[in-house]
């Protein structure tokens, strides 16, 4: 089942904060999230765990509510170089030897001069 | 360090041909791969996804199949292209467990 993201598209002025929300319906061990800029791959940003733990290397912070199956990625200061399409996934299990990902529709993230 | 390729980069097809898309990852052995679909307005669609030679696991019903040859190599096909095949096909893999994906450079489909 495929996570919702909210809002669909947001557009900020260079500075400003932003907060983009991804929600699922089934329990979650896990969210990540992706930025993918026009025209190219999508780039890890953020891995959060039940639990607490986060691993990722960007300065973008995030939160991962377990009890509500949501999870929050908080852009605060935004530069130019933010703009982009954010995407949150969710795990599909396939027994023990790994995992795919269900994603979100994405949010769309301008940020102007 | 690890690496992944994925061609061609650009391919336009004319209904009802086949298809061939291909996937490799250097430095690294036994990844799970992945393929996904990037239509406009939906988002990255999960296709296929493998932990091993020969172990293919599907999510969406299609026309489009996948095959695992080699531990590090990854084919999207299909028989017979369809209008609504055309989109952005990505391939990544991740080395298990709890770990980012790590796409390819994507190849954009369009069928004529």
């Known amino acids: 089942q495929q996570p919702v993201q909210s809002p669909q598209a947001v557009i900020l002025r260079e500075g400003e904060d932003a907060v983009i929300n991804c929600s699922s319906s089934k329990a979650l061990y896990s969210v990540h999230w992706y930025r993918q800029k026009h025209g190219e791959a999508p780039v890890f940003l953020m891995i959060?765990?039940?639990?607490?733990e986060q691993k990722g290397h960007e300065k973008i912070s995030a939160s991962f509510n377990e009890k509500k199956q949501q999870s929050s990625l908080y852009l605060t200061a935004s530069q130019l170089s933010y703009s982009g399409t954010y995407f949150c996934?969710?795990?599909?299990?396939?027994?023990?030897?790994?995992?795919?990902?269900?994603f979100g529709k994405g949010t769309s993230l301008l940020v102007t001069p | 360090s690890q690496t992944i390729h994925q061609w061609p980069a650009t391919l336009v097809q004319p209904v009802g041909s086949p298809l061939s898309l291909e996937c490799t990852v250097e430095?690294?052995?036994?990844?799970?791969l992945y393929w996904y679909r990037q239509a406009a307005g939906r988002g990255l669609q999960l296709l296929f996804y493998?932990?091993?030679?020969?172990?293919i696991s599907s999510e969406v019903p299609q026309n489009l199949s996948a095959s695992r040859p080699q531990d590090r190599q990854f084919i999207l096909s299909s028989k017979k292209l369809l209008l609504s095949d055309s989109g952005f096909y990505l391939c990544a893999w991740s080395p298990g467990g709890v770990s980012p994906l790590h796409f390819g450079n994507g190849t954009r489909l369009t069928v004529t």
């Open positions: 493998s932990v091993g030679i020969g172990q």
């Open positions: 430095g690294t052995s036994n990844p799970n």
């Open positions: 959060l765990l039940k639990g607490g």
């Open positions: 996934g969710t795990e599909i299990e396939w027994g023990d030897s790994g995992y795919a990902l269900n």
